[in-house]
Protein backbone atom coordinates (compact mmCIF):
# COMPACT_ATOMS: atom_id res chain seq x y z
CA UNK A 1 0.00 0.00 0.00
CA UNK A 2 2.99 2.01 0.91
CA UNK A 3 4.56 1.49 -2.67
CA UNK A 4 1.18 3.00 -4.52
CA UNK A 5 0.73 6.07 -2.19
CA UNK A 6 4.45 6.71 -3.24
CA UNK A 7 3.83 5.97 -7.45
CA UNK A 8 0.46 8.45 -6.56
CA UNK A 9 2.21 10.94 -5.09
CA UNK A 10 5.22 10.89 -7.91
CA UNK A 11 2.48 11.68 -10.29
CA UNK A 12 1.51 15.26 -8.91
CA UNK A 13 5.30 16.65 -9.97
CA UNK A 14 4.85 19.77 -7.51
CA UNK A 15 4.91 17.32 -4.77
CA UNK A 16 8.63 16.35 -5.42
CA UNK A 17 10.72 14.85 -2.44
CA UNK A 18 7.15 16.25 -0.23
CA UNK A 19 5.37 13.39 -1.56
CA UNK A 20 8.30 10.95 -1.14
CA UNK A 21 8.79 11.93 2.57
CA UNK A 22 4.95 11.66 3.16
CA UNK A 23 4.90 8.36 1.31
CA UNK A 24 7.12 7.14 3.56
CA UNK A 25 6.02 7.84 6.69
CA UNK A 26 2.50 6.54 5.82
CA UNK A 27 4.44 3.45 5.03
CA UNK A 28 6.03 3.34 8.46
CA UNK A 29 2.42 4.39 9.94
CA UNK A 30 0.80 1.66 8.11
CA UNK A 31 4.04 -0.87 9.14
CA UNK A 32 3.65 -0.24 12.64
CA UNK A 33 -0.08 -0.61 12.67
CA UNK A 34 0.11 -4.01 11.10
CA UNK A 35 2.86 -5.44 13.83
CA UNK A 36 0.67 -3.85 16.20
CA UNK A 37 -1.77 -6.35 15.87
CA UNK A 38 -3.00 -8.61 19.37
CA UNK A 39 -1.26 -11.48 20.30
CA UNK A 40 -2.26 -13.68 23.08
CA UNK A 41 -0.76 -12.60 26.46
CA UNK A 42 1.01 -14.86 28.36
CA UNK A 43 0.21 -14.69 32.46
CA UNK A 44 1.62 -11.88 33.72
CA UNK A 45 2.42 -9.69 30.53
CA UNK A 46 1.23 -6.45 30.33
CA UNK A 47 0.23 -4.90 27.27
CA UNK A 48 0.09 -1.02 27.35
CA UNK A 49 -1.45 1.52 25.26
CA UNK A 50 -0.19 5.03 25.51
CA UNK A 51 -2.28 8.08 24.24
CA UNK A 52 -2.26 11.37 24.26
CA UNK A 53 -1.31 14.76 22.30
CA UNK A 54 2.36 15.32 21.34
CA UNK A 55 3.83 14.98 24.68
CA UNK A 56 3.07 11.52 24.44
CA UNK A 57 5.91 11.26 21.01
CA UNK A 58 8.89 11.89 23.62
CA UNK A 59 7.06 9.63 26.63
CA UNK A 60 6.82 6.20 23.98
CA UNK A 61 10.43 5.75 23.50
CA UNK A 62 10.80 6.28 27.40
CA UNK A 63 8.61 3.94 28.46
CA UNK A 64 9.76 0.76 26.57
CA UNK A 65 13.25 1.70 27.89
CA UNK A 66 11.98 1.75 31.42
CA UNK A 67 9.29 -1.64 30.62
CA UNK A 68 11.52 -3.64 28.09
CA UNK A 69 9.72 -6.58 29.19
CA UNK A 70 6.11 -4.96 28.37
CA UNK A 71 4.26 -4.31 25.35
CA UNK A 72 3.85 -0.89 24.20
CA UNK A 73 1.88 0.88 21.35
CA UNK A 74 0.34 3.58 21.07
CA UNK A 75 0.71 7.22 19.37
CA UNK A 76 0.99 11.16 19.92
CA UNK A 77 -1.20 13.74 17.78
CA UNK A 78 0.26 16.69 17.80
CA UNK A 79 -2.06 19.49 18.83
CA UNK A 80 -5.07 17.51 18.56
CA UNK A 81 -8.06 17.12 21.38
CA UNK A 82 -8.97 14.81 24.01
CA UNK A 83 -12.30 13.76 21.73
CA UNK A 84 -9.62 13.32 18.15
CA UNK A 85 -7.14 11.52 20.41
CA UNK A 86 -9.81 9.42 21.49
CA UNK A 87 -11.26 8.65 17.75
CA UNK A 88 -7.88 8.35 16.48
CA UNK A 89 -6.28 6.22 18.91
CA UNK A 90 -9.48 3.74 19.13
CA UNK A 91 -7.38 0.99 17.28
CA UNK A 92 -5.06 0.82 20.14
CA UNK A 93 -7.96 0.18 21.96
CA UNK A 94 -8.86 -2.38 20.21
CA UNK A 95 -5.53 -4.28 21.06
CA UNK A 96 -6.82 -5.58 24.42
CA UNK A 97 -4.48 -3.63 26.46
CA UNK A 98 -4.29 -4.15 30.18
CA UNK A 99 -3.31 -0.48 30.88
CA UNK A 100 -3.96 2.41 29.22
CA UNK A 101 -2.05 5.54 30.01
CA UNK A 102 -3.89 8.88 28.67
CA UNK A 103 -2.07 12.27 28.21
CA UNK A 104 -3.99 14.71 26.81
CA UNK A 105 -6.16 17.73 27.44
CA UNK A 106 -3.55 21.12 27.57
CA UNK A 107 -4.65 21.63 23.46
CA UNK A 108 -8.68 21.74 24.72
CA UNK A 109 -7.80 24.32 27.49
CA UNK A 110 -5.66 26.35 25.16
CA UNK A 111 -8.19 26.15 22.46
CA UNK A 112 -10.72 27.56 24.95
CA UNK A 113 -12.42 24.57 25.97
CA UNK A 114 -13.70 24.91 30.20
CA UNK A 115 -11.92 22.53 32.14
CA UNK A 116 -15.25 20.58 32.80
CA UNK A 117 -15.66 20.39 29.12
CA UNK A 118 -12.30 18.69 28.83
CA UNK A 119 -12.68 17.04 32.25
CA UNK A 120 -16.12 15.61 30.58
CA UNK A 121 -14.20 14.51 27.33
CA UNK A 122 -10.96 13.06 29.73
CA UNK A 123 -14.08 10.70 31.23
CA UNK A 124 -15.31 9.59 28.04
CA UNK A 125 -11.72 8.45 26.68
CA UNK A 126 -11.33 6.79 30.65
CA UNK A 127 -14.90 4.97 30.34
CA UNK A 128 -14.17 3.51 26.79
CA UNK A 129 -10.49 2.58 28.06
CA UNK A 130 -12.43 0.61 31.01
CA UNK A 131 -15.20 -0.86 29.37
CA UNK A 132 -12.45 -2.74 27.43
CA UNK A 133 -10.84 -4.38 30.98
CA UNK A 134 -7.95 -2.14 30.80
CA UNK A 135 -6.47 -0.36 34.06
CA UNK A 136 -6.62 3.52 33.04
CA UNK A 137 -3.93 5.74 34.13
CA UNK A 138 -4.36 9.50 33.44
CA UNK A 139 -1.48 11.68 33.93
CA UNK A 140 -2.16 15.07 35.29
CA UNK A 141 -1.74 17.69 32.67
CA UNK A 142 1.49 19.25 32.63
CA UNK A 143 2.59 22.87 33.01
CA UNK A 144 2.02 25.08 30.24
CA UNK A 145 2.73 28.85 31.85
CA UNK A 146 4.30 30.85 28.91
CA UNK A 147 1.83 29.66 26.02
CA UNK A 148 0.64 32.10 24.28
CA UNK A 149 -2.82 31.21 24.64
CA UNK A 150 -2.49 31.00 28.44
Keep these: MAGELTRWLHRIPTWGWVGLGLATIGGVIIIATRSAQARPLQPGERRLVVLGDSLTV ?3 PKLRAWLPTDEILGAGYSGKM ?3 IHAQGASFL ?3 PTHVIILAGVNDLANGKTAEQTLQALQAFWADAKA ?3 AV ?3 QLTP ?3 HPSF
Aim: proline letters at 0%; a neutral charge.
Design 82 to 84: VAA
Design 144 to 146: CAG
Design 94 to 96: EQA
Design 58 to 60: GYL
Design 132 to 134: KGA
Design 137 to 139: VAV
